[in-house]
């Protein structure tokens, strides 16, 4: 008597194979369009906060009865600095960077005090 030797994969088998690797895949996508997204908006953050730094820089660096409020638009980011007299001899630059990302707006602020 022969006893039959059944090697291979029945196609049950890899179609459940196949699903599995379907459903990780999928996960792995998604996961991965998230962390895109997320990389994405963080070099938003990123730019928009050098763009308020520069300013409140350069503000510091213009003479203080000079000091005025302005805007100006960078690509996709809106700069808006504001200059409040605080007290007698002090200044409060405000610097506000404002954007929009999928419909959302976005803003980023930056104070500094400047005396003189």
């Known amino acids: 008597m022969k006893i039959q030797d059944n090697r291979g994969f029945t196609l049950i088998e890899i179609i ?15 996961v991965a369009s998230t962390v895109i997204n997320g990389n994405a908006f ?15 820089e350069e ?9 005025a409020d302005g805007s100006d638009t960078q690509s996709i980011y809106t700069r808006t600095w504001t200059i409040t007299q605080t007290a007698t001899h002090m200044k409060t630059m405000e610097v506000v960077i404002q954007w929009n990302r999928y419909g959302n707006s976005h803003d980023v602020t930056l104070r500094s005090i400047v005396t003189e």
């Open 16 to 30: 459940i194979a196949i699903f599995i690797l379907v459903v990780a895949l999928t996960g792995l996508a998604g």
């Open 42 to 56: 963080s070099k938003e953050i990123t730019t928009a906060t050098t763009l308020a730094q520069e300013k409140i």
């Open 59 to 67: 503000l510091k660096n213009t003479n203080y009865q000079n000091l």
